[in-house]
């Protein structure tokens, strides 16, 4: 599948949270996530802004704990982060690290964040809030198929599209001097 992700960072979570609340977005992610983010050892994915990711998902809107496999590969970053996302759900998250292993992959970075996601529509607006050891502040990610309703969500949040930024995490780290404690560079 092809998405459409951009972020906008700077943000008063509070604030945010109020506004989605005002707006009765349906709340349909509320996980803790640990990200295993796996690449062979010449790092061919990476070099390409991709990765393969076994995410476990402590799930506490339905109580349970699932777990996906994924691959992900940029596909443009001008306006937008347009990556194509192949993920499935799977029934146990180790037998997919070992899985990933056997192919070649290793195992590059472990990112842990906490989630949530509404929805609008067709698109998706998450919000992040990672380790601080990885990324000391929060973050909104909306996800959609269309130009039009991405820039729909973004000036329903208040914001403009020159608030968002289609930069990888690690790209906007980076400018921001921080030194993430993960390898990656996508």
Excluded at 53 to 72: A, G, H, S
Excluded at 76 to 82: A, G, L, N, W
Excluded at 98 to 109: C, P, T
Excluded at 154 to 177: A, P, Q, R
């Amino acid at each position: 599948m092809k998405e459409l992700e951009t972020k906008i960072l700077d943000i008063d979570l509070d604030e945010v949270r109020n506004k989605i609340k005002y707006l009765n977005l349906e709340n349909v992610k509320c996980e803790n996530q640990v990200n295993n983010l796996f690449d062979f050892p010449n790092k061919t994915l990476l070099a390409k802004k991709g990765y393969a990711r076994v995410r476990f998902v402590e799930d506490l809107l339905n109580n349970k704990v699932v777990y996906y496999m994924t691959t992900k590969k940029m596909i443009s970053q001008d306006k937008f982060k347009v990556m194509e996302e192949v993920e499935i759900e799977v029934s146990d998250g180790e037998e997919a690290i070992k899985l990933f292993e056997s192919l070649g992959l290793e195992l590059v970075g472990s990112v842990k964040k906490y989630r949530e996601s509404y929805r609008y529509k067709n698109s998706l607006i998450e919000i992040d809030i990672n380790d601080k050891s990885f990324c000391p502040f929060p973050y909104i990610e909306v996800e959609t198929s269309t130009e039009e309703e991405l820039k729909e969500v973004v000036e329903l949040l208040g914001y403009t599209m020159e608030d968002t930024c289609s930069k990888t995490i690690y790209d906007i780290l980076n400018d921001k001097g921080i030194t993430p404690k993960s390898p990656l560079g996508i």
